[in-house]
């Protein structure tokens, strides 16, 4: 394999791991060129939208290369764009070579989770507890709006694993969620009824699309952006959706 | 004495969600701090008399502020402090009552918590939009008229 085959399946590789990971459009545009330029090519161009990736360069001997890769699976692991980028800063500044980067990015990309599924599970209580308490200021709702957080994200886990549906299984998260919530409402075990539900929904907002969509949209990037707002607002309808079909088995 | 305890469970809220979304434990506490750093701003500039939404963009743009800052002497990606510092903002709970009140068939309620809700992410993402524009001064693109020929 010659250089230019190698520096384009290394920068594809860290432009992949990056967007499917959760970065935004101009960091996996940024950072391909930067690392494709510290391989010495000339005439960078790469184009990422939320799906995709093309980069395009040209070698010292005039020759063009040219390549486009799909990336189907989103997810948000935000430590692993940090180890990205840190790769990538430590390549541009001839730190590594062009062996141990890849080996490097291929590391990374073989590495489980930076926390274990229990932990992100306690987590999505205790932040639901917690965010349930800011909310609504009672302190004897924060034990179910713990259950609750923790049983939207168990829920999630599941029927993302076992369906792969990506709207469809936060809807029925959602829909889950809303069920326990209600349930511990009916029992009396939840008081007040709003606080409870909040802390429940609040670990499946869409955090990273939200985010990204503005700063997409910011730095010039429209395609993503508009798509990556499109993802954002299907997420919270199938969410409202979830909770609306929970809330009527209340009113039932 | 309350105000402490509230602070705390923003504190607590933040780095759990920093867990939720996969970042790196030597950087979730950085993200509780502003956390709780954010939240003083949003419950407090309303005893001031600022409405809901004006202190949720001027809190959303703090938070921006700092992570950019802090992203810089960290030299990791701005994301991992402004996605976790903006979640105590959300406004979950308008959301909720919004689609109750659609539920209970009271519609012109629903509309109009909807629009305060939808109000209260554009204050968000307003803040948000405002410090990047500061911290990319003279990066950005270009626009409308090309002066410099």
Sequence with gaps: ???????????????????????????????????????????????????????????????????????????????????????????????????????????????????????????????????????????????????????????????????????????????????????????GLALNFDQVIIGTLIPLVPGVPLTNSVRDLMSGDLVAGVARGAEAGVTSLSIAAGVVVSLSFLYF | MIMWLELMFCFVATVAFGIIFNIPLRLVWWGGLIGMVIWLIYSSLPMYGLSQVYSAAVAAFVAAFTSHWLARFKKVPVTTFTIPGIIPLVPGGRAYSSMLAIVEENYSNGLALGIETLLQAGAIAGGLVFALSIFSIGKGVGQRYETNR
């Design chain 1, 1 to 187: 394999m010659g250089k230019a085959e190698q520096t384009m399946a290394f920068c594809l590789l860290g432009g992949k791991l990056m967007l499917r990971y959760g970065a935004e459009t101009y960091r996996v545009e940024d950072t391909m060129y930067r690392m494709a330029k510290a391989a010495g090519m000339r005439n960078i161009n790469s184009f990422v939208t939320l799906t995709g990736i093309f980069l395009a360069y040209r070698t010292d001997e005039g020759q063009d290369y040219m390549q486009m890769i799909r990336v189907h699976e989103r997810y948000q692991d935000l430590s692993k764009v940090t180890s990205v980028n840190q790769v990538s800063r430590e390549f541009s500044h001839g730190e590594l070579s062009i062996e141990e980067a890849t080996n490097e990015l291929t590391a990374i990309e073989k590495a489980p989770m930076n926390y274990p599924l229990w932990l992100i599970y306690l987590a999505s209580g205790i932040g639901g507890a917690a965010f349930s308490y800011l909310i609504g200021k009672s302190f004897p709702d924060i034990f179910p709006a713990f259950i609750g957080g923790l049983m939207t994200t168990v829920t999630l886990v599941l029927y993302q694993k076992y369906l792969k549906v990506k709207f469809f299984s936060e809807f029925l998260a959602a829909v889950s969620g809303g069920l326990v919530a209600v349930l511990m409402s009916v029992t």
